[in-house]
């Protein structure tokens, strides 16, 4: 490997006297040692300088945090010029971390867990043995029993109840009692187990699995074999909910659990896909309970950095909303295949600016299309000490900075639909109107609650959609023309099979947020903004977060009547319909 020297910019003095550097205050990269996911599933990789072990974090590449320096108050990173080969110096983990799985794979994948004290929760073993048998798993296209997926589910709640008790229970750092310990039998560790692969006799598909070679501890007994089938996924699923689960996911306690999870290779996210087989090797998707499908979403919500959605039905047993095999997304279109091109538009469309924080509309040069001004014509921002300001006539994009802006994304005062959602959401069920949406805590006027995705679909092609998928369409259509002859591309927003918490909206007559088209990562002017949610008053905690759905429409329009049902809002001057 040619030697790649790291430069520091660090301005701490001890610089100069590190051992191990040279004259320019650079030290040789020996390459990726380790990494480490944290709570959000975020991944830092740790860069051996042979003399001073650092962490670098490839997305941040500036920080650096010291593993056997700090200063003199414990703090230890310090911010430096970005590897020059990083991708391939992760490439090169990545690669070598394949290999030792593959080795493993072909010993034992077996993982055994115990509770017990004095054990760890999970070691680089358990989580390369993980992915180990995910692999495996898909290469060998293997059925697991309903057998093992019970149990699997039973032991899967059973350790989510523990990590709940533990983070509860205000601890930190260590489990004292309970603990769980996951180790691989290839070293020796764990109980004898095997893995569900080599013991589902029933299935026609397990006999045709000769990839899989027999480990050295043969002689187990079915029910191990299936308790281990749990165990592995419980091993594999605690990390997940270390990372991914909204309540204790977040918490102090899964961070420190993340940084336990150093070695780990790559990301922790290893649930099983498949969770019921029939013999006939039919596969049948169990429903998601509730806590699923709220882990599943907040995996998502963790990943885009935005606040958590919960589930709450106080009215009657319904678990979860209807929503079959809906994908929670975010923050971002999807594309229907024919318009996969827009998703990739050129950066090279956008306006940039080259102001700090954008304070003035007139001096920042991305604002030069927009046509938001004040009376006296002059460029103004949609927003004031990040809250909308409602000052955007019908029909004028809001143009946010984007990308290619060398403003700060932390500090830019118009950055506000583009940021991570910080407002707690449930959905919740309403006594009329299905499921709802409401905000965990006080949303102030302004407040910018997120914005609406789905899919991207030609109008065209909307009508072609399935019955039940008009209740989840929004139209894009506040920069259209009203021109007749108007043929420019029309596009709505399909959130039946995906979105987010926003296809949850109700209507009401009297509505607490307002929608308005903004623009950042889509180019302006081709009627394809995103919609953003703003509340139109003071909102209380808990409230149902409702929008009108027609606003344009007169409150007597006899053929909206007609076409709408019957409006259960219940607001006082109610016009009585909906669509
Ligand atoms: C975008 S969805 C809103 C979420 C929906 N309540 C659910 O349970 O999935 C729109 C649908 O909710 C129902 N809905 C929303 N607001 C309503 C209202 N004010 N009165 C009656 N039904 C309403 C209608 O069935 C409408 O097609």
């Known amino acids: 490997m040619s030697e790649l020297w790291q430069r520091s910019s660090s301005p701490v003095e001890t610089w100069s006297d590190a051992e191990g550097g040279n004259e320019h205050g650079e030290w040789p990269v020996g390459g990726v040692i380790g990494e480490e996911v944290d709570c959000f599933g975020n991944v830092k990789y740790e860069v051996n300088t042979t003399s001073r072990p650092c962490i670098l974090v490839p997305h941040l590449v500036k920080q650096v945090e010291w593993l056997k320096w700090s200063r003199e108050d414990g703090s230890n990173t310090t911010w430096m010029d970005g590897l020059a080969d990083t991708p391939n110096l992760i490439n ?13 794979a072909e010993e034992s994948v077996d993982i055994g867990i115990t509770w017990g004290p004095d054990t760890m929760i999970h070691n680089e073993n358990t989580e390369l043995g993980a992915q180990a048998f995910e692999e495996k798993k898909r290469k060998s296209k293997e059925r697991i029993s309903r057998a ?29 009692t309970h603990r769980l310990r996951a180790s691989t039998i290839g070293k020796g560790k764990a109980s004898p187990v095997v893995t569900p692969i080599r013991t589902r006799r029933h299935s026609p598909a397990m006999s045709s699995s000769t990839r899989i ?10 029910y191990d074999s299936r308790r281990n089938a749990a165990s592995f996924s419980s091993s594999s699923t605690l990390a997940a909910m270390m990372s991914e689960s909204p309540s204790a996911g977040r918490s102090a306690f899964a961070r420190d659990i993340s940084t336990r999870m150093k070695n780990f290779s790559g990301s922790s996210s290893v649930v099983p896909q498949v969770r019921a087989v ?18 599943a979403w907040n995996k998502v919500t963790g990943k885009a950095y935005a606040a958590t959605v919960e589930i709450v039905n106080d009215i009657d047993d319904e678990q979860i909303p209807p929503v079959g095999q809906f994908k929670y997304v975010e ?8 318009l996969k091109d827009i998703a990739t538009a050129d950066i090279g469309h956008f306006l940039m600016c080259d102001c700090h924080e954008c304070t003035d509309a007139s001096e920042c040069h991305c604002q030069v299309v927009s046509d938001l001004t004040d009376p006296s014509g002059k460029k103004i921002f949609a927003y004031k000490e990040g809250l909308f300001t409602f000052n955007v006539p019908s029909g004028v994009e809001v143009i946010e900075c984007n990308n290619r802006c060398n403003c700060d994304v932390f500090t830019c005062k118009n950055r506000v639909a583009q940021k991570p959602r910080d407002v707690p959401i449930e959905v919740f069920k309403t006594r009329n109107t299905g499921w ?4 965990v805590v006080p949303v102030e006027a302004g407040k910018v609650l997120g914005i609406y995705t789905g899919t991207l679909t030609r109008r065209e092609d909307v009508e072609n959609l399935p019955e039940s ?16 002859n108007d043929t420019g591309d029309k596009y709505s927003v399909d959130s039946y099979e995906c979105g987010n918490w926003t296809r949850f909206i109700n ?3 009297n509505p607490n947020l307002s929608v308005y088209a903004v623009v950042y990562d889509t180019v302006r002017g081709m009627n394809i903004p995103y919609l953003a949610f703003a509340a139109i008053k003071d909102i209380p905690a808990r409230a149902e977060l409702t929008i009108n759905y027609y606003p344009a429409a007169e409150m007597d329009d006899d053929t909206l009547m007609q076409k709408g049902s019957q409006c259960m809002c219940g607001s006082p001057g109610c016009r009585g319909w909906v669509i």
């Open 92 to 104: 090169r983990w990545k690669r070598e971390q394949r290999k030792k799985r593959a080795i493993l």
């Open 213 to 222: 070679k027999p480990s050295s501890t043969t002689t187990v007994a079915s």
């Open 436 to 439: 709802g949406a409401r905000a």
């Open 469 to 484: 998928h008009m209740g989840y369409l929004f139209d894009l259509d506040c920069t259209e023309s009203e021109d007749d």
């Open 278 to 295: 029939a013999t006939t090797n039919t596969y049948i998707k169990k429903p998601p309970t509730r806590s699923s499908l709220e882990k």
């Open 507 to 509: 209507h009401s007559c």
């Open 148 to 176: 093992a997926v019970a149990l699997w589910d039973s032991e899967i709640e059973a350790v989510g109840r523990r990590v709940e008790e533990f983070a509860r229970s205000g601890s930190h750092g260590h489990l004292s």
């Open 331 to 338: 923050n971002k279109y999807m594309y229907d295949d024919d």
